[in-house]
């Protein structure tokens, strides 16, 4: 099959710390991984398209310089949340593309609390 | 990106009823999706529908491509407790860029009970 693994699954951060988030492609690869926000009780909301070897594609609105994006190989993306804020709190999830009829396929998603 | 018209909301029925819901869009697309979503879980593929008029089934689950490219459908029939999570619909369109955009519905929130 076509794997989106995330980790951690969950994470609780003082305000003002950073946190990062990775996002893994497990057999296969993945030069374009997307990165989605989601409060509870709503649907998923794009906030950036990560793009290995070059700069990720943030969605209007969305601060670039807050959720730093990293895709440093064809298989691992990162989103680090810096100086994070009790309004970040939300269910971060990535996904990716993979090769064949899989359609986007999705990480099982990363709670984020932040106190 | 743009948001689908996915309804209802939710619904909240008894096992072995059947269940449908729906998403429109004023947008084409190339491709439709369906997942679900359980709660702390990213969400699951159940069925993805290439051509317009494509009538796809996955067990219990059906679901169709509408013919303008702009809807579709999911039914699930002979609803079980395990059907319970919220459900998505996706279109999928091609970027000018290459890669492809996604945009999901609000979701339907399914609620099974025994």
């Known amino acids: 099959g076509a794997v989106v693994s995330q980790h951690p699954s969950w994470v609780i951060c003082k305000s003002g710390t950073s946190v990062k988030i990775e996002c893994r492609s497990l057999?296969?690869?993945?030069?374009?991984m997307f990165w989605y926000r989601q409060f509870p009780k709503q649907s998923l909301m794009l906030m950036a398209t990560?793009?290995?070897?070059?700069?990720?594609?943030?969605e209007q609105g969305v601060e670039k310089d807050k959720f730093l994006i990293n895709h440093a190989s064809l298989t691992l993306s990162t989103l680090t949340v810096t100086s994070a804020h009790p309004e970040d709190s939300s269910f971060y999830i990535c996904?990716?593309?993979?090769?064949?009829?899989?359609?986007?396929?999705f990480g099982s998603g990363t709670r984020l609390t932040v106190v | 990106g743009q948001q689908l018209n996915q309804s209802p909301q939710s619904m909240f029925i008894q096992e072995g009823e059947d269940v449908s819901m729906n998403c429109t869009s004023s947008?084409?697309?190339?491709?439709w999706l369906w997942y679900k979503q359980e709660p702390g879980e990213g969400p699951v593929l159940l069925i993805a529908?290439?051509?317009?008029?494509e009538l796809t089934s996955n067990g219990r689950l059906t679901a169709q491509f509408g013919i303008t490219r702009k809807d579709s459908f999911l039914n699930i029939s002979a609803s079980i407790p395990s059907d319970v999570g919220i459900y998505f619909c996706?279109?999928?369109?091609?970027?000018?860029?290459?890669?492809?955009?996604?945009?999901f519905g609000k979701g339907t929130s399914l609620l099974v009970t025994p």
């Open positions: 996706a279109g999928q369109s091609r970027l000018m860029n290459s890669g492809y955009a996604l945009n």
């Open positions: 529908l290439y051509k317009a008029g």
């Open positions: 947008s084409i697309f190339n491709t």
């Open positions: 990560s793009n290995e070897g070059s700069k990720a594609t943030y």
């Open positions: 057999d296969f690869q993945a030069t374009t």
């Open positions: 996904s990716a593309f993979p090769p064949g009829d899989y359609g986007y396929t």
